[in-house]
């Protein structure tokens, strides 16, 4: 997995048209977006009551296919990301079981309850915690929040929704808001999620939003660029594992010697100006 460069966009919503989809990654690059994340989802507050409940294979789908955007990739980036819906704890277990989940570069958690959103700062085998616009209020402390980012999770801020709905923008604003009241909005990332080529905006433009969401104009940045590269490299490293690498130096004695002996005579290249300069009554 590449590591990203310039400003990303980690929330576009897949769509079975393409045409559509094609237009939005088109606009991303005219706007110089470097990489984008296609996003599929998954709701398990769903499936707790279909049959997916009671079926013991992989509940989760693989990513899509995106031909059709194979010949833009050298111009942009382009990341597969499945956001999981979820109310409750037992969804680590069909996470753990899964292949197809590791199939996709981003995993991010939708929670839409107190519990399952501690459990999403604790315990959550992703990289990206979400939220949605209309969801009713709920309790979150500073304590989970710090606790997510000392795992390295990030929180994603939606501004497309807050362009086109007045209750949205009240609901982003008041999260955005939270966001500074319980970790002074670190771990940070700002996604369009954008279902229409028109609700795409510059990454300057999306800058100047952050300072309405209550960030600093570096924050803003950051939010697009570098914590969207910390987010991808935190995916990689979750999806690759830990790895320790031990390096050996070996000495060679003759080239120890001849140090040894340059550095001798550097000393007395140095000290026998030193002696001349002595004065003798």
């Known amino acids: 997995?590449?590591?990203?460069?310039?400003f990303s966009d980690f929330c576009v919503p897949y769509t079975t048209n393409h045409n559509e989809l094609l237009e939005i990654v088109e606009t991303l690059i005219n706007f110089g977006y470097k990489s984008v994340?296609?996003?599929?989802?998954?709701?398990h507050t769903v499936s707790e009551k279909s049959k997916f409940s009671k079926r013991t294979g992989d509940i989760f789908d693989a990513p899509v296919k995106l031909d059709f955007l194979d010949h833009l990739?050298?111009?942009?980036?382009?990341?597969?990301?499945?956001?999981?819906?979820?109310?409750?704890?037992?969804i680590s277990h069909h996470m753990g079981t899964s292949s197809n989940i590791k199939k996709y570069d981003?995993?991010?958690?939708l929670p839409t309850t107190e519990a399952s959103l501690q459990h999403c700062c604790q315990t959550f085998n992703g990289?990206?915690?979400?939220?949605?616009?209309?969801?009713?209020?709920?309790?979150?402390?500073?304590k989970f929040y710090k606790l997510a980012v000392q795992r390295n999770m990030f929180f994603e801020i939606q501004y497309s929704p807050a362009i086109l709905?007045?209750?949205?923008?009240?609901?982003i604003i008041r999260k955005a808001h939270g966001f500074y009241s319980l970790g002074k909005s670190r771990n940070i990332i700002i996604s369009s999620?954008?279902?229409?080529?028109?609700?795409?905006?510059?990454?300057?433009?999306v800058a100047n939003l952050g300072l309405i969401f209550g960030l600093s104009e570096e924050q803003s940045k950051n939010a697009m660029r570098s914590n969207c590269r910390s987010t991808i490299l935190r995916a990689a490293g979750r999806r690759n594992g830990c790895t320790v690498v031990v390096v050996n130096k070996e000495i060679n004695e003759d080239s120890e010697s001849q140090s040894?002996?340059?550095?001798?005579?550097?000393?007395?290249?140095?000290?026998?100006?030193?002696?001349?300069l002595k004065y003798s009554p």
């Open 260 to 276: 040894e002996e340059s550095e001798t005579e550097e000393m007395n290249i140095v000290e026998t100006p030193c002696k001349k």
């Open 165 to 171: 709905d007045r209750s949205d923008r009240r609901c």
């Open 127 to 142: 990289d990206i915690i979400s939220f949605r616009v209309d969801e009713k209020y709920i309790k979150f402390s500073r």
């Open 106 to 109: 981003l995993i991010a958690g």
């Open 37 to 43: 994340a296609i996003e599929q989802q998954f709701d």
């Open 1 to 6: 997995m590449p590591c990203v460069g310039g």
């Open 193 to 205: 999620g954008a279902t229409n080529a028109f609700h795409i905006r510059g990454p300057y433009d």
């Open 73 to 90: 990739r050298g111009k942009i980036d382009i990341y597969s990301r499945l956001t999981i819906i979820y109310s409750d704890s037992a």
